[in-house]
């Protein structure tokens, strides 16, 4: 079982994000927690989609940097012939020192959006639940803005996503939400379940791990083995980057929040 | 047709090119002397590409129009009743683009202070008359973060609500003259084709917003080397022609002043340029082009006499309204000619295509302005 096509589509985008003759450009993870711009774009505010972070990335090369594209869009590189790789990775770099890149919550909502336009052409952006009308200003900016507006929060509502208690009744799409976590519990974090191959899921998500730098973060790929379907989600083997349960910050992260739970969208 | 009149206007058109040809290097040497030059530390839009060819080209070329036309018009054709407000108003809009200019190359950064602050300020303050002080400036903070909007970003130079408050200053002044010296035809406004139904007052708020708007829309469209000059040039030959038809007399010898003194400027300023217009001149110039079309009752033909500008003006608005309320870009980059140039236009390809399409608009202007 997996996602639409389209939503596939989208996740590999944002594994390879569509630069101009440079393949392997994964998306950094930006958060705007820590530089709170209001009014933004939606790119800028780390909920862009794989073509309007690579759109924006030409247009802030040309307008403050330059000379990391050219008018076209094509990377220019600095020196001769360098390796597909090496290319990849400087224009990470550029995208991050200019705060572009993906939140959890933004890459989930991008993907679905796809995967609900194509099974059910219903636009989920305009179809959750964000904020009641009687918040009259707020629910406005969420008609306005909704994708911005999503976060994980929205995800764990039980207006937009139901609980699904059963680990076998785990299908493509469903969300594991993980809130209040990290050292401090003030923050959420959600993966998306890719792919169910057997008894292992294979899920998606956005995030940084403290262990890889600066420039190491992004979306990225993990699996979770369901050893014994009985037992809840952390008894499970957890492994991304050929990491394990507590040497994987995922599997932390899940362990740390003081809900994890599997949802599944309601529409 | 007043024939002599339109011979004088010739004449002043060649007198002022000269004499602003005659001191134009005197200007750039003054401008190079004292460093007011385009610097990469200062100017994020110059880092990189072909734009950073234009760093170390002098800014506040604009003056040599600026004083060239001050000082034709007070030698030659000063006219308490016409002339003197036209050239005081394009003077105060110049005098603010001239503190911005300087402030931009030798001022420190301004410091900028959020709304939450002061509110927390407010609220914790230990001493009451602080906490007083604070709620007395709420309302002035208020007004300058919510004009900090409408610009890119804020720099060394005159912020947003600064500027607006001069310019409103200017605009003012213009509707004061206007409604209380021109007389009491000058309380109807022309409309093309459909007369002039009488506004009153009303007058006063729609003059303060044409100075006000057209000022701004000149200054967006000093961007490209050539565009503003070029365009400038278009627009005060057709306001000569209108004000000719008129039988204004100072107007359409202060129109062909400023056409001369452009002719000169833009020789200088078409790419490579040896000096860029600057705020000076942009902001003078955009209040001049709107006094001087108020002045003849055609101020319904600014958008047609300043289409280009308008055309600027309006592609930044729908950016800003874009970027904030939907969170999306409309336009590549704003003003639109940013956006062709991103498109893949070179500088001379967009210039000159938006000169021809504001001549054309010139022309309907004048079409329209033939019309009682």
Known sequence: ?267 | MNIALIQQALGYVIFSAIGAFVWAPLLTKILYKYKITRREEFDFTLKGGDRSKKVGTPIMGGLLVIITVTVVTIFFNWNRENTYVPIGVMAIAALLGATDDLLNIFGKKRRERKISHILNLIRIHKKWYMRLWYIFILPWEAFRKSAAILGSHPGRGIQVHEKLLFQFLAGAVTAWWIYFKLGIQWHSLWIPFDGQPFVGWWIIPIVIFFVMFTANAVNFADGLDGLAGGSLIITFLGLMIMSWTEGRVSFTLLNATTVGALVAYTYFNVKPARFQMGDVGSLGLGALLAINAIAINRTMLIPFVGFIFYIEIISVIIQVFCRRLLGRRFFKMAPIHHHFEFRGWSEEKIVMRFWLIHAFFVIVAIWMSLYK
């Open chain 1, 1 to 267: 079982m997996k996602l639409s096509p389209s939503a596939l589509k989208t996740i590999h985008n944002y594994l390879n994000l569509p630069f101009v003759g440079v393949s392997g450009v994964r998306c950094p993870y930006f958060n705007n927690a820590r530089l709170r711009q209001r009014g933004q774009l939606k790119v800028l505010v780390g909920k862009g989609t794989p073509e309007e972070i690579v759109e924006e990335a030409k247009i802030i090369s040309i307008q403050y940097r330059a000379n990391v594209f050219d008018k076209n869009g094509v990377f220019n590189a600095h020196v001769e012939h360098p390796a597909e790789h090496e290319q990849a990775e400087c224009i990470r770099q550029f995208l991050v020192d200019n705060n572009l890149g993906v939140d959890c919550s933004g890459f989930i909502t991008n993907v679905l959006q796809k995967h609900f336009y194509e099974t059910k052409q219903i636009d989920l952006a305009r179809k959750l639940f964000i904020t009641p009308k009687k918040n009259f200003l707020r629910w406005i900016i969420s008609r306005l803005r909704p994708v911005e507006q999503i976060n994980v929060k929205v995800y764990a509502d039980n207006k937009n996503t139901e609980v699904i208690n059963n680990l076998k009744a785990l299908q493509p799409g469903d969300l594991i939400v993980i809130l209040k976590t990290g050292p401090n519990k003030n923050h959420d974090h959600i993966l998306l379940v890719e792919e169910i191959e057997g008894n292992i899921i294979k899920y998606v998500h956005a995030r940084a791990w403290s262990s890889e730098g600066k420039y190491g973060h992004g979306i990225a790929h993990g699996t979770i083995s369901i050893a014994n379907p009985e037992k809840n989600l952390l008894e499970q083997v957890w492994e991304e980057k050929e990491k394990t349960n507590e040497n994987n910050e995922t599997y932390l992260e899940a362990k740390q929040g003081e809900i994890l739970e599997i949802r599944r969208i309601k529409l």
